[in-house]
């Protein structure tokens, strides 16, 4: 396993999309452009990988896109009301800080379909010292739930997976132990998560989660994805997306779909592309991004590439808006198997907030 190359999690917009032509119009683009009514051809050559600025049906017209990455519930955490946690809201001047959010999935995240015998993930996650706030629960079957909430620092579930994968959303929260001194000032280092499963455990500091990306691939062929950003106290929206990546067994590419979702988890849209190499010889993607409704959220645009000697790699870009300006960056990692079809993306997408950086 390995990650992102350190130059590439803090390239900026402009450096990550420095290929190919791109108007610097403020406003809608001329009706000549077309780009409104245009048929959507895929081109890895054009500015805005063939697609058009229009709306689509809701899940681009596919039922099973819908299906596939449709809503999670979200859970009602009897610890966001504990007084060691909203005290730790602002900080001894009264300012508001701001929040870490971890993704974490597990199972058969590849769509591999030689992936049938049953994997019990039963398991936890836990902090110390800090409490866990459980947002979402992300592709829980009946048979899997959540154990009951004891400790603010200590989140336990009933988990097992053959062909699909479950998942949790949750917010840590760096706060003391005991409610003594719940303004104290903590040591990210010396705060620890761990996730801990019969197939697989791993431990990472606070210091580590803002921009984390982690995929670790088991021998089974399972596989256990962690995803982590920093909301700054400022109002500027963040998120997850993720999906399937299905490379081509005859070409340098392939095509990904899936759908973003907010720093709690909140269905934001369905995401649809494809990645290859242009005339230039650069490894490019381009994809649409669209509310749950179909409407219009952006064209997006990046690099792709590989690590050396694994059947993955990373990916970095943006997505423009009509008005044909960038409106955020995104980023994260790609995995594949031998399965022709199995393969997975996850990663995380900020806008463009200056007030933020």
Same mark, same amino acid.
């Given at each position: 396993?390995k990650h ?6 803090f $390239?900026?917009i ?8 791109c108007?610097?119009?403020d406003?809608? &683009? ?7 009514t ?6 890895v ?11 689509e ?15 999670d519930?979200?859970?009602?955490d009897?610890?966001? &009301? ?11 001047e009264?300012?508001?800080?701001g ?17 049938? #015998?049953?994997?019990?993930?039963t398991?936890?996650?836990?902090v ?20 009951p909430?004891t400790?603010r ?8 997976? &053959?062909?699909?994968?479950? *998942? ?32 697989f ?7 580590? $989660? ?8 088991l021998?089974?062929g ?14 500027c929206?963040?998120?997850? $997306? ?13 095509k ?11 269905h ?7 990645y *290859?190499?242009?005339?230039d010889g650069?490894k490019?993607?381009? *994809?649409?991004?669209?509310?749950? &409704? ?9 690099r792709?590439? #590989?690590?050396? *000697? ?9 997505w423009?808006g009509?008005d ?5 960056? $995104? ?10 079809d199995?393969g997975?993306?996850?990663g ?8 933020a950086?």
């Open positions: 396993m992102l190359p350190a130059f590439l999690v $390239l900026s402009s450096a990550v999309l420095a290929f190919g032509g108007s610097e119009s406003g809608p &683009s001329a009706p000549e452009d077309n780009l409104y245009r048929e959507q051809v895929a081109n050559d054009d500015p805005y990988g063939g697609y058009n600025f229009a709306d049906a809701p899940g681009f017209g596919d039922p099973a896109l819908i299906d596939e990455f449709g809503d519930p979200d859970f009602n009897p610890f966001e &009301s504990d007084p060691a946690v909203t005290t730790r809201e602002r900080d001894r009264g300012r508001l800080r929040r870490v959010f971890l993704a974490v999935t597990w199972g058969n995240l590849h769509k591999d379909s030689t992936i049938t #015998h049953v994997t019990d993930w398991g936890s996650l836990a110390k010292p800090g409490a866990i706030l459980l947002q979402r629960i992300m592709r829980f079957e009946p048979e899997d739930y959540i154990l909430r400790e620092g200590l989140l336990e579930w009933v988990s097992h997976t &053959s062909t699909g994968f479950d *998942g949790v959303l949750v917010r840590i929260v760096p706060c003391p132990s005991t409610t003594a001194d719940v303004q104290a000032e903590i040591d990210s280092a010396n705060t620890v998560i761990t996730f801990s499963s019969g197939p455990t791993a431990s990472f500091t606070l210091a580590q $989660l803002p921009g984390l990306h982690r995929i670790v691939t021998d089974d399972n596989a256990v994805a962690f995803d982590a950003i920093y909301v700054p106290p400022v109002s929206p963040r998120g997850f $997306l993720g999906g399937v990546w299905r490379h081509h067994a005859e070409r340098e590419g392939g990904f779909f899936g759908k973003y979702i907010s720093e709690t988890g909140l934001m849209g369905f995401v649809k592309g494809f *290859g190499v242009n005339k650069h490019v993607f381009f *994809g649409k991004w669209i509310s749950r &409704s179909g409407e219009f959220r952006g064209v997006l645009r990046g792709w590439g #590989h690590f050396e *000697g694994e059947k993955a790699g990373y990916f970095a870009g943006g423009m009509r044909r300006r960038f409106h955020g960056d $995104l980023k994260g990692e790609w995995r594949r198997n031998d399965e022709r199995a997975f993306f996850r995380v997408w900020a806008a463009d907030c200056a007030d950086r």
